[in-house]
């Protein structure tokens, strides 16, 4: 190490002349160390792009694919799945309201503790305890972040350092394998079987056992799955926390859908499935099925070892989540009668509308069992995956994102389908017509 090597010798010899020797060697080594953080940050930075992750799409450049295009501009109004239609689907009753209200309170609402107020904490506990069956710790196992992204975030950075192995679902949402090579971190791949599997998720077992052999500590996963809507089966969760407990791995499990479930599907949270509270961390938040997602709350809870983490990295971070809209939390899990249920059956018979369309079109698409992403497979293209995704945004005003954001699927694409009936299905069916024009 260049510093060593430099102290080292000034105390072993005294002369100038091996002085003068050494500090021209740190002046270049600190040049060359200088060059090499500078090469890992622009690495670092190079393979965070996010010209194709969700919601960045409107800033791709059309002119780069006009080239492409063959056949007519379809026509229709602009559906845009790369993420859901608050406006479609507005919030909860009552959520502006108690936004107004901490307004008013002012400087305590501003200013909460860095893990967020206490007595919203103290709420939001029990309703996440009674939600997932396990008892949550309001002074020690819980943080307010700003989004579930923001919880995401802090939870590998409190979790995962250089070197560390960390086992990934493929596919899963695409934030997981940034932050983890972000991080520093290697990740191992686990794969799901989303197409094969109907009442399990898919998951195999086999290459998760392979994981933490290797020396995966961390497991991350979303359940239900982003981008399959694929829910985790009760023998599934069990298995991972049996494999979790032999191997000591810490578990993160993003449950931002778990509330939005079709058909009454069983869900089998894994804090509840006899692991040992440090060795888990859920992360959830009331963006997508409330449609809060304008607010950036998210929620972490579990090993309060982590949450103390990540409350010191939120310090430097964001310090808190917003104040004033930390309030709004108060409305969730508290909907009037029938909500949920009634979001729930939209949803469902959205659902039911695109994966009819797109099999119709023998795109293979799995039910999702929860949540409102589907991910059908497209035929061989003529065009590569991220040029069709230009060309459907060009060509029939329909924008989705490019299945390779999740992992190695570069024949896929996803939808949030948390839209406007109508709407979707119009621009279902222009996604259907692309692909047979551009199918190799
Ligand atoms: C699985 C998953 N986790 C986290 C997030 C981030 O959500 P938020 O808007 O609460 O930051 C999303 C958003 O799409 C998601 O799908």
Not at 13 to 36: H, Q, V, Y
Not at 306 to 320: D, G, N, P, T, W
Not at 330 to 352: C, K, L, V, Y
Request: with cysteine; net charge neutral; glycine share 8%.
């Amino acid at each position: 190490m260049p510093l060593a090597r430099f102290s080292q010798g000034v105390v072993s010899s005294g002369t100038s002349e091996i002085k003068r020797i050494d500090i021209t060697g740190i002046a270049m080594c600190l040049r060359n160390g200088s060059k090499e953080n500078m090469a890992s940050v622009e690495e670092k930075f190079r393979t965070l792009g996010i010209a194709n992750a969700p919601g960045q799409e409107v800033r791709q450049r059309s002119a780069d694919v006009t080239h492409h295009r063959q056949g007519e501009m379809i026509a229709g109004d602009l559906v845009d799945f790369s993420h859901g239609d608050v406006d479609a689907f507005p919030p909860p009753p009552g959520s502006f309201e108690r936004f107004a209200e901490a307004v008013e309170i002012g400087g305590r609402q501003a200013y909460t503790e860095y893990r967020g107020s206490a007595s919203i904490r103290a709420e939001v506990a029990r309703d996440l305890a009674d939600f997932t069956g396990a008892p949550v710790q309001s002074d020690l196992g819980i943080i307010i972040t700003p989004g579930t992204q923001g919880a995401l975030f802090l939870a590998i950075a409190a979790t995962v350092g250089d070197g560390d192995k960390v086992a990934i679902v493929q596919p899963d949402y695409f934030a997981n394998r940034k932050l983890v090579e972000f991080f520093g971190g290697e990740i191992v791949p686990v794969a799901l079987d989303y197409l094969g599997a109907e009442k399990d998720a898919g998951l195999n077992l086999a290459q998760l056992r392979a994981a933490f052999e290797a020396g995966a500590r961390t497991f991350l996963f979303s359940n239900p799955n982003n981008p399959t809507g694929a829910v985790y089966s009760a023998t599934e969760i069990t298995a991972i926390a049996v494999l979790a407990k032999e191997f000591g791995v810490t578990i993160i499990a993003d449950q931002l859908y778990s509330r939005l479930r079709y058909g009454n599907k069983d869900y089998t949270h894994i804090r509840a499935a006899g692991l040992p509270e440090e060795q888990v961390v859920t992360i959830m938040g009331p963006s997508k099925t409330e449609s809060l997602s304008g607010y950036r709350l998210g929620i972490a809870f579990g090993s309060p070892a982590i949450i103390e983490r990540m409350e010191k990295l939120q310090a430097i971070v964001s310090l808190r989540a917003a104040g004033y809209n930390q309030a709004v939390l108060q409305t969730w899990f508290r909907e009037p009668d029938g909500w949920m249920n009634e979001r729930s059956i939209q949803h469902q018979a959205i659902r039911d509308d695109l994966v009819a369309i797109f099999r119709a079109a023998g795109l293979p698409t799995r039910l999702p069992q929860a949540g409102s992403y589907l991910f059908p497979t497209l035929p061989a293209l003529a065009v590569t995956l991220e040029e069709f995704v230009k060309l459907l945004r060009l060509q029939a005003n329909v924008i989705v994102t490019a299945g390779t954001e999740f992992g190695p699927h570069p024949n896929s694409i996803r939808l949030n389908f948390s839209q406007d009936r109508k709407a979707a299905v119009s621009a279902a069916h222009r996604i259907v017509q692309m692909v047979q024009i551009y199918k190799a």
